[in-house]
């Protein structure tokens, strides 16, 4: 990966290296996307061809294509949007951090399972709104976060929630969406088959069953998971659930709906520079999407990106 070279204007003001103006969109979506609809597309790319913005549409043709696409982007493009949910948006960023010349704005067309990025833009799902939101360029700066070498977007979490990502397989996603996460938490709550997750956060070890390490203070679409962050700010947040009983995930589940996670018993939130994640046979889930067993330390990563928002 190509990290010889970082601007100093991504790091200290990803704002100022990106063009002030919607002049050139290249839109890259996901067709398998959850949720993902050719006429929204065409009303998105119509709207901004009204607007007078040169826009051109990508289809993604198979896992990773989004990261070359990204990295490769040609420089006269100010706006790479992508359609589709996180774990598409993940691919997106991964190449943007590898380009050695400052990337261009990021915007997201919403498609996908959760969205949980397009909730905490506020952005607008109608693509018309979209569109204008695209050319009225709110940019603000997007924290990511990064485990070993591999950037999110979003969160890291291991135990109930890697568990969870783990049992639903990627058709069973794409035809029932939110229903099909739902179906595995409760078959895997009654089943109580969770094991121990070992947190080593600076230098404080704990054991719990659910760790979330996030840059997003909303998690599963528009359900508030920390009051303490949003990824316009820098910085983590750990989130802790010390048992997985039923009833234990049954309380933490009515109080995430809620918008009241941090005051459950069973559940910890606290400010963390560094993280490890680990425990025998436990699962891990980035953006949403599985992740192999790393070690890998999580930290904030250095690089910011400008991202368009809804407001």
């Not at 007078?52 to 982007?73: D, S």
């Not at 774990?87 to 919403?110: D, H």
């Not at 996908?112 to 905490?120: D, I, Q, R, S, Y």
């Not at 606290?270 to 890998?296: F, H, N, W, Y």
Request: aromatic share 4%; hydrophobic share 45%.
């Amino acid at each position: 990966m190509n990290q010889s070279f970082v601007s100093p204007a991504v790091l200290d003001d990803p704002l100022a290296a990106v063009a002030p103006v919607t002049r050139r969109v290249l839109v890259v979506a996901n067709p398998i996307a959850g949720g993902f609809r050719y006429r929204a597309l065409d009303r998105y790319a119509a709207r901004l061809d009204k607007l007078g913005v040169r826009v051109t549409v990508w289809l993604t043709r198979y896992a990773g294509n989004l990261t070359e696409i990204a990295e490769a982007l040609d420089p006269t493009v100010d706006t790479l949007v992508v359609g589709g949910g996180d774990g598409s948006i993940n691919e997106a960023v991964t190449g943007l951090l590898r380009r050695a010349a400052p990337p261009p704005a990021l915007g997201v067309l919403p498609f996908g399972t959760a969205n949980v990025l397009a909730h905490e833009l506020a952005l607008p799902f109608r693509p018309e709104a979209m569109a204008e939101a695209t050319v009225a360029r709110r940019l603000k700066p997007l924290h990511l976060g990064r485990i070993g070498d591999r950037p999110f977007i979003l969160m890291v979490s291991a135990g109930f929630d890697g568990d969870v990502v783990h049992a639903v397989e990627p058709a069973v996603k794409r035809r029932w969406g939110k229903l099909a996460y739902a179906a595995a938490a409760v078959r895997l709550a009654l089943a109580a088959q969770g094991r121990d997750v070992v947190v080593e956060a600076d230098g404080v070890t704990r054991v719990c069953r659910l760790a979330v390490v996030t840059t997003a203070g909303f998690y599963g679409g528009p359900l508030a998971i920390t009051r303490q962050t949003h990824v316009t700010r820098p910085g983590l947040r750990l989130i802790t659930l010390s048992n997985d009983k039923p009833g234990t995930l049954a309380g933490a589940a009515l109080a995430l709906a809620r918008g009241r996670l941090g005051s459950h018993p069973a559940v910890t939130d606290e400010a963390v520079i560094s993280a490890r994640l680990g425990g025998v046979g436990v699962k891990l889930q980035i953006d949403g999407d599985k992740l192999e067993p790393t070690d890998g330390l999580i930290t904030a990563e250095p690089r910011v990106l400008a991202v368009v928002t809804g407001a």
